[in-house]
């Protein structure tokens, strides 16, 4: 059994438009920024271990979420992408390979649709933000939040292999303070914009789009839905790949971030 070696991230605040924004960062090299999915950040887990071989990943709380300040303002997604793209500026930061997860791909996308100078590439991840052509997007806010993670995962059994018996409070708090950010967001409509479709062909930078093709949260077609607006994108779907695709298929996951940044 190989036991893996975390290179674990330090943390700061950092003052973003008079924000306090809480940022991770572990490896060497150009910067990659992952924006996290609705249920905030857990852990520095075997994906972002992955990529900070070959990055110097930065990790932040999005705006309201972990110990990130929240901004009471803040009422689209869009307004998150601003905080983001300020971030940017404040840390100094070029050619980055931007990668969104799920929420996170949605206000990564609002982000490069706004100001992409200081992207080289990005990578949406099962990304919400456009409404699905067919089927519909799976309300969190209707369900428990260990049934939502449930539902993102391909094999059921990871969620007992990662969680145990009995989620932990300080878990079911940290999803329970996210789930408040991403309600003020992205409530109506739920989880997309109806303009960002028509924004799309903004973006010029190389666009990697990934989803499993056994994703019951966001339609896996949606993917083909971006790909229809990217002047310059590229889809991968993955055979048996569910939402929560990173956590499961880590290095696979991780290999084409960095093949798509090469």
Known sequence: MTIETLNEPTSRIVNVAGLDINIRESGEGKPLVILHRSTGYLEWDSFANKLSES?????PD???FGNSERPDWARESRDLSIVMVELFKVLDIKDITLVGLGLGGFIAAELATMNQERLSNIVLISPAGIKPDEGEILDQMLIEHADYIRHGLADPSHFEN????EVHPDIQDIWEFSRIMTARISWSPYMFNRRLPHLLNIITVPTLIIFGNSDTVIPYTVGQQFINNLSNGQLKVIDGGGHLIEWEMPDK???LIVGHSS
């Open 55 to 59: 990055f110097h990943v930065i990790y």
């Open 253 to 255: 996951i991780s290999e």
């Open 62 to 64: 999005l705006p309201g």
């Open 162 to 165: 990662k969680f145990g018996d």
